[in-house]
């Protein structure tokens, strides 16, 4: 390591929601902060991710920060969905109105993080070959933010055009009058084949696992949806908070599946399709608990995609038949289905020709040529740990991360990792994460540290870090919570099935944003109950 030219109190890697909260966080309260992002902008996901159709799937005002009030009444979204050029916008003005960006440094990526026992600190390496002391680490670094390698044979000797969704060119892509292949079909690709086959002259989609889709029924904002949100803002923040999912539309109705009748859970059913979006995931409390409640939900949506897909064949292909809904992360769509309705469009199951090899021409499966102009990768991310595999992290004594989380990540609430003191992890595993609103658990994280180090500082207390007991039972009870639920049936990112060598292990805390905030508040409450404080 180079020797450090530069103390702070705090960096912070990474510079979409997290980081950006995390810096007007802590600089709020009197410390130094050094954020390193390795775009060139602020934003993060909605940095990265500039495909066709890229847009939330949680209604906008929900996904944004609460943290000010002013912030909120002066922004006004345009729709009920912000598109990705929306939300970057955002990310910007919130970066210009408290006026981020002066600590941070674009285009600069963390590559190693030592702890330095003797200082109490973190050495922090970057690729421009500097060299950085901070005491607290902030890993502000996204939980779906290092796309999957395209690691087909014949990836390189393809003579066309190819695109990651998560790394997409700013300038855009003119697919007009091109043959293209998209390959997957998680949202990233119900996203972007609609808007890709209005262009293209001919699209193939390369499906190995159907998803479900669900209706976004996306539209303009109006102006009573968002003064009646402003007039109860405080109510409805509160009441995310203590939600399930961190929004809204999880206010789960009481009666479970078995207690439901017939007519009423067609009702309940219809009603959410038509609403539309992610409301779908909490239509009985227990949709990924009973089998009958999920079965009831499976076969509802599977109606409705052979009521939308003319062609038999093509829908029997769209349906997902070998996981319950909601054990993969659902999607929402704007004519996803409708698409396959095109001449211009032609679904190739994986399942039934497999993928042979990607060749100058296209691609070839093990049933045919399909001679292509470009090739889309809609394949997904290294999820939850990809970011911080990615960074040598070494803590007490030398032990490394990669070794600690060998065999899946292990961690206390999410929060930290035992052995790795003084370094925060934002929606890490082990916390709701990426089953919520992600803005509602940012911003919960952050919070929750910046008391911490606000309780530290009058006590000289300079150190933080779990017990391993500690880790230990948090861990388990991560584990047992899952188990109860049928998650873990599915092949998901969420359980790194994606990733080849991936360590199985079901990464996010199912227990609830309400829950799992309570907790955290149990713990602080506690005296920091489960952790080690220690003085210089
Ligand atoms: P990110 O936004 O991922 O930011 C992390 C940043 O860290 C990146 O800019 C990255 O460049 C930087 N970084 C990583 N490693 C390093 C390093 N070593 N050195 C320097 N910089 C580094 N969530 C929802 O709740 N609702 C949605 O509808 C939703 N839609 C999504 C759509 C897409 C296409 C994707 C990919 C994700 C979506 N998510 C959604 C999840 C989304 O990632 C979060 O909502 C949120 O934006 C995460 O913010 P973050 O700051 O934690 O991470
Ligand atoms: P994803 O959900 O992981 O989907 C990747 C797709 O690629 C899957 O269909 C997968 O098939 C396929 N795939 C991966 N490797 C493949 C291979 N070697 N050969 C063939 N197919 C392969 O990734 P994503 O669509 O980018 O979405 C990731 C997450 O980001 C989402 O789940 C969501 O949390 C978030 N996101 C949200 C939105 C939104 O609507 N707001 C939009 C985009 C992303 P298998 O299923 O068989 O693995």
Same mark, same amino acid.
């Given at each position: 390591?180079?020797?450090?030219?530069?103390?702070?109190?705090?960096?912070?890697?990474?510079?979409?929601?997290?980081?950006?909260?995390?810096?007007?966080?802590?600089?709020?309260?009197?410390?130094?902060?050094?954020?390193?992002?390795?775009?060139?902008?602020?934003?993060?996901?909605?940095?990265?991710? *500039?495909? $066709?159709? #890229?847009?939330?799937?949680?209604?906008?005002?929900?996904?944004?920060?609460?943290?000010?009030?002013?912030?909120?009444?002066?922004?006004?979204?345009?729709?009920?969905?912000?598109?990705?050029?929306?939300?970057?916008?955002?990310?910007?003005?919130?970066?210009?109105?408290?006026?981020?960006?002066?600590?941070?440094?674009?285009?600069?990526?963390?590559?190693?993080?030592?702890?330095?026992?003797?200082?109490?600190?973190?050495?922090?390496?970057?690729?421009?070959?500097?060299?950085?002391?901070?005491?607290?680490?902030?890993?502000?670094?996204?939980? /779906?933010?290092?796309?999957?390698?395209?690691?087909?044979?014949?990836?390189?000797?393809?003579?066309?055009?190819?695109?990651?969704?998560?790394?997409?060119?700013?300038?855009?892509?003119?697919?007009?009058?091109?043959?293209?292949?998209?390959?997957?079909?998680?949202?990233?690709?119900?996203?972007?084949?609609?808007?890709?086959?209005?262009?293209?002259?001919?699209?193939?989609?390369?499906?190995?696992?159907?998803?479900?889709?669900?209706?976004?029924?996306?539209?303009?904002?109006?102006?009573?949806?968002?003064?009646?949100?402003?007039?109860?803002?405080?109510?409805?923040?509160?009441?995310?908070?203590?939600? /399930?999912?961190?929004?809204?539309?999880?206010?789960?109705?009481?009666?479970?599946?078995?207690?439901?009748?017939?007519?009423?859970?067609?009702?309940?059913?219809?009603?959410?399709? #038509?609403?539309?979006?992610?409301?779908?995931?909490?239509?009985? $409390?227990?949709?990924?608990?009973?089998? !009958?409640?999920?079965?009831?939900? *499976?076969?509802?949506?599977?109606?409705?995609?052979?009521?939308?897909?003319?062609?038999?064949?093509?829908?029997?292909?769209?349906?997902?038949?070998?996981?319950?809904?909601?054990?993969? *992360?659902?999607?929402?769509?704007?004519?996803?289905?409708?698409?396959?309705?095109? @001449?211009?469009?032609?679904?190739?199951?994986?399942?039934?020709?497999?993928?042979?090899?990607?060749? $100058?021409?296209?691609?070839?499966?093990?049933?045919?040529?399909? !001679?292509?102009?470009?090739?889309?990768?809609?394949?997904?991310?290294?999820?939850?740990?990809? #970011?911080?595999?990615?960074?040598?992290?070494?803590?007490?004594?030398?032990?490394?991360?990669?070794? #600690?989380?060998?065999?899946? $990540?292990?961690?206390?609430?999410?929060?930290?990792?035992?052995?790795?003191?003084?370094?925060?992890?934002? &929606?890490?595993?082990?916390?709701?994460?990426?089953?919520?609103?992600?803005?509602?658990?940012?911003?919960?994280?952050?919070?929750?540290? !910046?008391?911490?180090?606000?309780?530290?500082?009058?006590?000289?207390?300079?150190?933080?870090?779990? &017990?391993?007991?500690?880790?230990?039972?948090?861990?388990?009870?991560?584990?047992?919570?899952?188990?109860? &639920?049928?998650?873990?049936?599915?092949?998901?990112?969420?359980?790194?099935?994606?990733?080849?060598?991936?360590?199985?292990?079901?990464?996010?805390?199912?227990?609830?944003?309400?829950?799992?905030?309570?907790?955290?508040?149990?713990?602080?409450?506690?005296?920091?109950?489960?952790?080690?404080?220690? @003085?210089?």
């Amino acid at each position: 390591m180079a020797e450090a030219t530069n103390t702070y109190d705090a960096i912070v890697i990474g510079a979409g929601f997290a980081g950006l909260y995390a810096l007007h966080k802590l600089r709020g309260q009197g410390l130094s902060v050094r954020v390193f992002e390795a775009g060139d902008g602020v934003g993060g996901t909605w940095y990265w991710n *500039r495909y $066709p159709g #890229a847009r939330v799937d949680v209604e906008s005002q929900e996904y944004s920060y609460s943290f000010s009030e002013e912030l909120e009444r002066e922004w006004t979204w345009s729709e009920r969905y912000a598109s990705q050029p929306e939300l970057l916008r955002y990310l910007n003005h919130v970066a210009d109105r408290f006026d981020l960006r002066r600590d941070i440094r674009f285009e600069t990526r963390v590559t190693a993080l030592h702890w330095n026992d003797r200082e109490q600190s973190w050495s922090v390496s970057t690729d421009d070959g500097e060299a950085w002391n901070a005491r607290f680490v902030f890993a502000a670094t996204g939980a /779906l933010s290092v796309p999957n390698d395209p690691d087909f044979p014949g990836k390189n000797s393809f003579n066309g055009a190819t695109y990651h969704t998560g790394r997409w060119p700013r300038e855009g892509v003119d697919f007009t009058g091109k043959r293209v292949a998209v390959i997957g079909t998680g949202s990233s690709a119900i996203q972007s084949i609609p808007q890709i086959a209005q262009q293209a002259a001919q699209v193939f989609v390369f499906q190995r696992t159907p998803n479900y889709a669900i209706p976004a029924r996306n539209g303009p904002l109006d102006h009573a949806t968002r003064e009646d949100w402003l007039a109860k803002r405080e109510e409805k923040r509160q009441r995310q908070r203590n939600s /399930l999912l961190g929004a809204l539309f999880a206010d789960t109705p009481d009666t479970p599946f078995s207690q439901t009748g017939e007519n009423e859970r067609r009702d309940v059913l219809e009603r959410r399709w #038509a609403w539309g979006g992610l409301c779908m995931y909490n239509l009985f $409390p227990d949709l990924v608990i009973d089998p !009958a409640a999920n079965a009831s939900a *499976r076969d509802f949506v599977a109606e409705k995609i052979r009521g939308i897909v003319k062609d038999p064949d093509i829908a029997e292909k769209l349906v997902p038949r070998s996981y319950p809904i909601g054990t993969k *992360r659902l999607c929402v769509d704007t004519g996803y289905y409708e698409t396959f309705n095109r @001449a211009n469009v032609r679904l190739i199951d994986l399942k039934a020709t497999p993928l042979d090899r990607i060749t $100058p021409d296209g691609i070839r499966t093990n049933a045919e040529n399909f !001679a292509v102009d470009a090739i889309v990768f809609a394949i997904g991310f290294d999820a939850m740990t990809g #970011a911080l595999s990615r960074i040598d992290v070494r803590g007490r004594e030398g032990q490394t991360l990669k070794n #600690a989380w060998d065999a899946g $990540p292990r961690t206390y609430l999410g929060l930290m990792v035992a052995g790795f003191p003084n370094l925060f992890t934002i &929606t890490g595993p082990g916390s709701p994460s990426v089953l919520s609103n992600m803005v509602v658990s940012i911003e919960q994280h952050v919070d929750w540290i !910046a008391n911490l180090l606000a309780y530290m500082a009058p006590f000289g207390l300079k150190t933080v870090e779990p &017990t391993l007991d500690a880790q230990n039972g948090w861990v388990d009870h991560v584990n047992e919570v899952s188990s109860m &639920t049928l998650f873990p049936q599915a092949n998901s990112w969420y359980v790194g099935a994606n990733v080849p060598g991936k360590p199985r292990v079901f990464m996010p805390y199912i227990g609830g944003v309400g829950a799992y905030r309570e907790l955290c508040a149990a713990v602080a409450a506690n005296g920091y109950m489960g952790f080690k404080l220690r @003085a210089a």
